[in-house]
């Protein structure tokens, strides 16, 4: 079976050891965030992208073994099995690979191979396909196997079985399929044609021909739901003649009596089987790949949106805009809390804007509030509009448009039911766009990833495996930042390393039966979080509340010990630590030799880095060291807009094509990948990330189409 091991060190580029070790901490139960952080030295500080990517392939791979056991399993079953036939199963590098080989054996629905064979002329197909030289005609033999009883009323009919059995040979055979593939991919050209005349988003593949082996990710998908809409029709093109000289290589021996019968047999056979079941099976290639790269494209552009910066501190407003339900209204303070509550309607005319921008000017005076977040959705525009106006009087007060995808499935679910029963689904809605500015981390956990609004086609992607990929993004993310203990909510802690829903919840039912933890230690009180469930989020918790400064910083427990002793061979001790008298402690250490160190306090050079790390800035946000969000008190119409023009603005949207850059109007602009910089790049997210701040130029401006072309490299 396959060294598993081995062929991930290779692909990956890393010791061997490096990757059993991780295996077995896989296999034991940790996570890769424990194992990431924690377990460095095993694993020669490999970062949680690689060890991700190796969990998917030590799946993929065990999956594959487990396929090709069965497979021989059953083939041996049928008394079919042969050591040439086992050994090829086994190098088979692909589930793919294994399936082709396995055709031939899998249990069939009636076709009209196998119902040519319940008539008896299986042994005339397999002596026709030997093609000996010296073989009878097959008009000859066919003679033999003419049985009306069996259904064989004349040569014909016996000649067509065998071309049938024959056909299907040619299309189960894993050799030829192989090549073929390769073929297509290499050969190949994918056209779509319109199947309605009306105007629509595919109209850019209404007469479309793209190489296969050219054709980009986001182009299949769009093709692909083109034609599930029915405004596509989809074909793969080959040269015929070029593929039928492909599977007569393979099972065609010239001069013999049966050298005709033959061509004919085959050119059937790929037309009526073969050809179509490639096909099939190019277009899920090209689905599998562009929903691999769009899954991956998701999950780039899902963790900076996780981890932007909070605003700390400060009160702030939200506004969830509406038309016909009105704008509502939630302030919140600087934790979170909610401290007050309304509905106004700025969109319903003059007066009741004026009665509006009043009645928010008192909420900002009375509750002493510094920034507007304001929801992206419908009436948008409008709120922001009055807010600008309403912010002419209100100096040292500033808004930022945040997006509100997912607030509304937020708003109407059992969670925010639970945490705000005392609101209609609305103002819930208006308290969670509000926490997106203030600690976009803490309250985007409690949204489905799909439903966060950082990617494309996630309807049409595979949604377990979209799931999964996306779930990882936010456990890495919650575990890069640390969770405080005593005002996570539930859903923030199901995404610390080692806990689920159920000890979740019961950390917060601990919390308000016991009050605040004052520990690291007393997480093993909560029922169900034993001590293998410890070890794995202990070093993610932070205790601020804790006598031991350690409790508030990424050392795990399981080093407090080496961390102490650290501290005591350079002369400094966790008094120090807490009242942050060792800002100097990284030269300290490299002074005394960290190599050294690392020895005298029997820890690995990788764990004594992150806990000097760790001692400097106890307690650190990593998410501060970003660049802030930008706040305005004023906004541009797309009528202001014009060519030449330079800006500033937010990545909201990485994609294949470019990315999408919100410059304070209704509308985001494309920066087309051509224009993103100077040098090549395959992919927009080899540069830019979603939350970075641009400079921008505008290209041109489409106010019919509510389009907006940007350039970042022409603004340099």
């Given at each position: 079976m396959t060294n598993i091991t081995e062929i991930i060190a290779t692909e990956l580029n890393k010791p061997i050891q490096y990757i059993q070790n991780v295996i077995n901490l896989y296999d034991e139960g940790c996570t890769i965030p424990f194992i990431a952080r924690y377990r460095k030295e095993a694993h020669g500080a490999m970062d949680d992208t690689s060890l991700r990517t190796l969990e998917e392939r030590l799946k993929y791979l065990r999956n594959l073994d487990e396929k090709k056991e069965d497979v021989i399993k059953s083939i041996e079953n049928q008394g079919k099995l042969t050591d040439e036939l086992k050994k090829a199963i086994n190098e088979a590098k692909t589930l793919a690979e294994v399936e082709d080989i396995y055709r031939p054996y899998k249990q069939k629905r009636?076709?009209?191979?196998?119902?040519?064979?319940?008539?008896?002329?299986?042994?005339?197909?397999?002596?026709i396909y030997m093609q000996d030289k010296k073989m009878d005609a097959p008009e000859i033999l066919a003679k033999k196997y003419i049985n009306a009883d069996l259904g064989v009323a004349s040569v014909e009919d016996a000649l067509q079985g065998a071309s049938d059995i024959i056909a299907e040979m040619l299309s189960d055979s894993a050799d030829i399929r192989k090549e073929l593939k390769a073929f297509y991919v290499k050969k190949g050209s994918l056209r779509s044609v319109a199947t309605k005349e009306e105007d629509s988003v595919y109209g850019v593949y209404y007469d479309f021909v793209i190489s296969i082996n050219r054709i980009q990710g986001h182009q299949v998908l769009a093709i692909n739901r083109g034609e599930k809409e029915g405004f596509l029709k989809v074909k793969l093109e080959l040269d015929r003649d070029e593929a039928i000289k492909i599977s007569e290589k393979h099972m065609l021996r010239p001069g013999s009596p049966a050298e005709s019968f033959m061509k004919a047999a085959i050119a059937d056979g790929y037309d009526r089987l073969l050809q179509p079941s490639v096909e099939n099976e190019i277009r899920g290639y090209l689905t599998d790949e562009a929903c691999e790269g769009a899954i991956h494209n998701f999950a780039l552009n899902l963790k900076p949106l996780l981890l932007q910066p909070p605003v700390k501190g400060k009160v702030t407003m939200g506004l969830d805009p509406g038309y016909r339900m009105g704008c509502k209204v939630a302030v919140i303070d600087a934790t979170g809390k909610v401290l007050d509550t309304t509905v106004v309607y700025p969109t319903h005319g003059e007066k009741q804007e004026a009665e509006c921008i009043d009645k928010l000017t008192k909420l900002i005076k009375k509750w002493k509030v510094e920034h507007i977040a304001i929801g992206n959705g419908t009436a948008s525009r409008e709120t922001e509009i009055m807010t600008a106006k309403m912010l002419h009087n209100c100096?040292?007060?500033?808004?930022?448009?945040?997006?509100?995808?997912?607030?509304?499935?937020?708003?109407?679910?059992?969670?925010?039911?639970?945490?705000?029963?005392?609101?209609?689904?609305?103002?819930?809605?208006?308290?969670?766009?509000?926490?997106?500015?203030?600690?976009?981390?803490?309250?985007?956990?409690?949204?489905?990833?799909?439903?966060?609004?950082?990617?494309?086609?996630?309807?049409?992607?595979?949604?377990?495996?979209?799931?999964?990929?996306?779930?990882?993004?936010?456990?890495?993310?919650?575990?890069?930042?640390?969770?405080?203990?005593?005002?996570?909510?539930?859903?923030?802690?199901?995404?610390?390393?080692?806990?689920?829903?159920?000890?979740?919840?019961?950390?917060?039912?601990?919390?308000?039966?016991?009050?605040?933890?004052?520990?690291?230690?007393?997480?093993l009180k909560v029922p169900k979080l034993g001590p293998k469930a410890f070890e794995q989020c202990a070093?993610?918790?932070?205790?601020?509340?804790?006598?031991?400064?350690?409790?508030?910083?990424?050392?795990?427990?399981?080093?407090?010990?080496?961390?102490?002793?650290?501290?005591?061979?350079?002369?400094?001790?966790?008094?120090?630590?807490?009242?942050?008298?060792?800002?100097?402690?990284?030269?300290?250490?490299?002074?005394?030799?960290?190599?050294?160190?690392?020895?005298?306090?029997?820890?690995?050079?990788?764990?004594?880095?992150?806990?000097?790390?760790?001692?400097?800035?106890?307690?650190?946000?990593?998410?501060?060291?970003?660049?802030?969000?930008?706040?305005?008190?004023?906004?541009?119409?797309?009528?202001?807009?014009?060519?030449?023009?330079?800006?500033?603005?937010?990545?909201?949207?990485?994609?294949?094509?470019?990315?999408?850059?919100?410059?304070?109007?209704?509308?985001?602009?494309?920066?087309?990948?051509?224009?993103?910089?100077?040098?090549?790049?395959?992919?927009?997210?080899?540069?830019?990330?979603?939350?970075?701040?641009?400079?921008?130029?505008?290209?041109?401006?489409?106010?019919?189409?509510?389009?907006?072309?940007?350039?970042?490299?022409?603004?340099?």
């Open positions: 009636r076709t009209r191979a196998t119902i040519a064979k319940e008539k008896g002329l299986e042994p005339l197909a397999l002596t100096p040292g007060v500033s808004y930022m448009v945040v997006s509100e995808a997912g607030a509304s499935v937020y708003s109407a679910s059992k969670l925010a039911a639970k945490e705000f029963p005392q609101f209609d689904v609305n103002l819930r809605s208006a308290v969670s766009i509000a926490r997106r500015l203030e600690d976009p981390l803490a309250e985007l956990v409690k949204i489905d990833p799909k439903a966060i609004g950082v990617g494309q086609y996630q309807h049409d992607m595979p949604q377990k495996k979209l799931e999964e990929s996306l779930d990882a993004v936010v456990e890495d993310c919650v575990n890069s930042v640390g969770v405080d203990v005593n005002t996570a909510s539930a859903s923030l802690l199901e995404r610390v390393s080692g806990l689920n829903a159920t000890t979740a919840g019961n950390i917060v039912a601990f919390r308000e039966e016991n009050g605040e933890f004052t520990s690291r230690k007393q997480l070093g993610f918790m932070r205790v601020a509340e804790s006598k031991n400064v350690l409790d508030n910083t990424g050392v795990h427990p399981e080093s407090y010990e080496a961390a102490e002793k650290l501290l005591e061979l350079c002369g400094y001790s966790l008094k120090d630590v807490k009242a942050g008298k060792i800002s100097d402690l990284t030269e300290v250490v490299k002074k005394y030799g960290e190599k050294k160190l690392a020895e005298e306090c029997s820890i690995g050079l990788p764990t004594l880095k992150d806990i000097v790390k760790e001692l400097v800035k106890p307690g650190r946000d990593p998410r501060e060291a970003l660049p802030a969000p930008i706040f305005r008190t004023d906004l541009l119409d797309l009528k202001d807009l014009k060519p030449g023009m330079k800006l500033t603005g937010t990545v909201r949207n990485v994609i294949d094509f470019g990315a999408f850059v919100d410059i304070g109007v209704h509308q985001d602009g494309l920066v087309h990948i051509s224009e993103i910089c100077d040098k090549y790049i395959k992919h927009p997210s080899e540069v830019l990330s979603v939350g970075d701040d641009v400079n921008v130029v505008i290209l041109d401006v489409n106010e019919a189409k509510k389009r907006i072309s940007l350039s970042i490299k022409q603004a340099k």
